[in-house]
């Protein structure tokens, strides 16, 4: 089976636009979830989609968004970008066909976000 | 709530020596523990994982980590390192139930030396 894939994988951008990054989850697997990894903060979490509803949210402003398609491939959007909004991306995928903590996340390589 | 502790940023060491990571955990209701490891422009990789049953759960490629409820402790060891496993390591737990998501530690790296 394939991995998980995020496009792009490097993404340069200013501060005040706006960006989408996409991740298609393992075949089968309905969960995606998205991290956000930066240096001072560690890895935090920010969203999970289960079947085309979010299901679970971090605490990150308003200005960061996602959905999940009908085939399972997410979609996370940054708008009004900041400095700070440097990172990387990570995104997870999980069978979750079942509730519980057991369902092993599946990690994409990323897409490497620079704001400036 | 969930945190997790990893209370060393860095930790080099000489290649064939052995190694322990620490990892601490607290939480307000019971949790599954897992190890992850993150190569160099890389995601993260799952190292191993405790469920249930023995509190003493091996990877395949050496590491193991026990499970101290007492202590609340998840510490990643290996009895001898190669130049293979330098890398960054996360400590994450995750509740039994309900659908909440996994919460990480800072992580740790181990720089494996010559």
Known sequence: ?116 | AQSVTQLDSQVPVFEEAPVELRCNYSSSVSVYLFWYVQYPNQGLQLLLKYLSGSTLVESINGFEAEFNKSQTSFHLRKPSVHISDTAEYFCAVRPLSGYSTLTFGKGTMLLVSP
């Open chain 1, 1 to 116: 089976k394939a991995g998980v894939t995020q496009t792009p994988r490097y993404l340069i951008k200013t501060r005040g636009q706006q960006v989408t990054l996409s991740c298609s989850p393992i075949s089968g697997h309905r969960s995606v979830s998205w991290y956000q990894q930066t240096p001072g903060q560690g890895l935090q979490f920010l969203f999970e989609y289960f079947s085309e509803t979010q299901r679970n949210k971090g605490n990150f402003p308003g200005r960061f968004s996602g959905r999940q398609f009908s085939n399972s491939r997410s979609e996370m959007n940054v708008s009004t970008l900041e400095l700070g909004d440097s990172a990387l991306y990570l995104c997870a995928s999980s069978p979750s066909k079942t509730s519980g903590g057991h369902n092993e996340q599946f990690f994409g390589p990323g897409t490497r976000l620079t704001v400036l």
